[in-house]
């Protein structure tokens, strides 16, 4: 119950394509979902996030899209850019802690 | 935006010697600091979360007297791998959640231990 499933495990996309990672939940009680970024040998920085009563939000070219009733929220890149190529984590916070996705390495080819 | 530095950011150490990793919020207080292990391609595994002034809380299957945790100040957590052995080699990263300020945790840029 205190799984985060994350799925694809790695993703390639062409420069201007646009990346999509899903996760999904099982725990009702989450009640924050972050997106983090991570670059080899550096720690995870935030990305975006989102609460459970929002369905929807944007930031720059980054999108979360969130489903209360399937218990599944996505990341998408638009416009992916090489500079994108990282390792990204979703995240959902249970009490006192986050808990996070096995993690998508995406590579965004020129 | 909000830092937190993380030191050494690579320590290279016998088998059975001991080291020290510290996390320092710059900019702001932090009551909880988290202390996180990393594989190679893997996901961030919650290893124990620091409270200041009180014992940390580890998370079920580490051991507390190998990774000794103190959190003397509001801007300071220290993890101790004791009596390092190989498989303690890994990438270990804190987190700082400013104290009064919801859901935010920062990351520390990680700290590679090699135990040869």
């Known amino acids: 119950q205190q799984q985060v499933k994350q799925s694809p495990q790695s993703l390639i996309v062409q420069k201007g394509g646009i990346s999509i990672i899903n996760c999904a939940y099982e725990n009702t009680a989450f009640d924050y979902f972050p997106w983090y970024q991570q670059f080899p040998g550096k720690g995870p920085a935030l990305l975006i996030a989102i609460r459970p009563d929002v369905s929807e939000k944007k930031e720059g070219r980054f999108t979360i899209s969130f489903n209360k009733s399937a218990k599944q929220f996505s990341l998408h890149i638009m416009d992916s850019q090489p500079g994108d190529s990282a390792t990204y984590f979703c995240?959902?916070?249970?009490?006192?802690?986050?808990?996070f996705g096995q993690g998508t390495t995406l590579q965004v080819k020129p | 935006g909000a830092v937190v530095s993380q030191h050494p950011s690579r320590v290279i150490c016998k088998s059975g010697t001991s080291v020290k990793i510290e996390c320092r919020s710059l900019d702001f207080q932090a009551t909880t600091m988290f202390w996180y292990r990393q594989f190679p391609k893997k996901s961030l595994m919650l290893m124990a979360t620091?409270?200041?002034?009180?014992?940390?809380?580890?998370e079920q299957g580490v051991e507390k007297d190998k990774f000794l945790i103190n959190h003397a100040s509001l801007t300071l957590s220290t993890l101790t791998v004791t009596s390092a052995h190989p498989e303690d080699s890994s990438f270990y990263i804190c987190?700082?959640?400013?104290?009064?300020?919801?859901?935010?945790?920062?990351f520390g840029a990680g700290t590679r231990l090699s135990v040869l």
């Open positions: 995240a959902a916070r249970g009490p006192g802690k986050l808990i």
């Open positions: 987190s700082a959640h400013p104290t009064g300020v919801k859901n935010i945790q920062y």
């Open positions: 620091s409270n200041e002034g009180s014992k940390a809380t580890y």
